[in-house]
């Protein structure tokens, strides 16, 4: 074993069996050291006596949420006076907009933002206010960073923008409990289904390096793996590798279900982790109102490398871990309540609110 091996066990040692450490704080070691050397055996089942010891490990507090939710925000004013950030017709997709409930009567919807906005000014009691908006997946750019705070769907992880539930009807309203199945009902298959997205909005990108496209060139042939359809991003390269839709309800029958992000957080994997079943994915690098990076690998989801090129060595591990396995499809279910509280989803509207004036009030 080489020291640095040796030191990852060492935090990781230190993540689990340290009494005076939070678990906030335990968590981000796991994940560190997850990052740098895969878990052994072993190791998960450390982190499985250590979650046993504590109660409701992966619920997240209000508080905590609230910082993560804010996370790298440009404190001050808002700059928008004679940038033409005024709310125009159709509120520009791609780009920061200043939003009011009086206005948005004028916007052609654009998804669910343009609602989702409004629930959000209104659950604040804020209906005559202005805020920065930017609609989409593209995250903020230099420029953008320099407006102020502004409200955004998603981000990088760690990067900038105060993150809202927004676009819920795409991401959010497809949790329906009548499509889930028990973990004894499921078969012991591995389904993915998508489009060839992949390139976080980089579009200059050449296919060579899209990362969905790799991955089911290298695992159609041998799974239930492949694009449902060319869509607004896909080309003929694709064609190949298209296998149709394969509806939510029918890829649930199945215990794994991989999970790749694609312009920007992987939207199937918030009715994983609802379903009980398990995600295969690479560890996440951007993040929205679910707080992807709050995931924990062997704990909420099984990890594929940043590459996608492990599937058949992280599929084996899966059936030889039945058990482990439904195990993580609990902890995803546990995860995910905290989110079906709309009362508290509520208060954390509120309180996002207030912190974001004060950030602009000074």
């Not at 990781?12 to 560190?32: G, K, Q, W």
């Not at 105060?162 to 409990?177: E, G, M, S």
């Amino acid at each position: 074993m080489s020291t640095t091996e040796r030191a990852i066990d060492i935090v990781r040692d230190l993540a689990i069996y340290h009494e005076d450490i939070s678990i906030d704080v335990s968590h981000a070691l796991m994940r560190l050291a997850a990052n740098y050397r895969p878990h052994g055996p072993l190791i998960k089942q450390k982190i499985f006596e250590y979650e046993a010891r504590h109660q409701k490990p992966f619920y997240l507090s209000n508080e905590k949420r609230l910082d993560l939710c804010i996370g790298q925000s440009t404190v001050g004013k808002l700059h928008h006076e004679g940038k033409q950030l005024k709310a125009r017709q159709g509120y520009v997709k791609g780009e920061v907009n200043a939003f009011s409930v009086e206005t948005s009567d004028q916007a052609v919807a654009v998804g669910s933002y343009v609602e989702d906005m409004k629930a959000f000014l209104t659950a604040c009691g804020e209906m005559d206010d202005r805020v920065l908006v930017k609609f989409g997946d593209e995250a903020l750019d230099k420029a953008e960073m320099l407006l102020g705070p502004v409200f955004v769907k998603s981000r990088p992880i760690g990067g900038q923008g105060i993150v809202l539930k927004l676009n819920t009807a795409r991401h959010w309203d497809n949790l329906d409990p009548s499509d889930f199945y028990l973990w004894g009902e499921k078969d012991d298959n591995v389904v993915w289904r998508g489009q060839p997205t992949g390139t976080h909005g980089n579009r200059s990108l050449s296919w060579d390096d899209n990362v969905r496209l790799n991955f089911v060139k290298n695992y159609s042939a041998n799974y239930d793996v492949g694009f449902s359809k060319l869509g607004p991003q896909g080309d003929k390269v694709c064609e190949p590798f298209v296998k149709g839709v394969l509806g939510k309800k029918e890829q649930l029958k199945s215990k794994y279900v991989v999970s790749l992000e694609g312009n920007d957080v992987a939207t199937n994997l918030k009715w994983i982790l609802a379903s009980n079943s398990v995600p295969i994915m690479p560890h996440p690098t951007f993040e929205s109102w679910l707080l992807e990076s709050q995931l924990i690998p062997y704990v909420h989801y099984v990890p594929l490398s940043d590459g996608l090129d492990d599937l058949d060595e992280v599929y084996a591990w899966c059936l030889s871990n039945d058990e482990h396995c439904r195990r993580i499809a609990e902890n995803g279910k546990r995860y995910m309540e905290m989110f079906f509280d709309e009362a508290n989803e509520k208060e954390m509207c509120r309180m996002i609110y207030k912190k974001y004036k004060s950030m602009v009030e000074g």
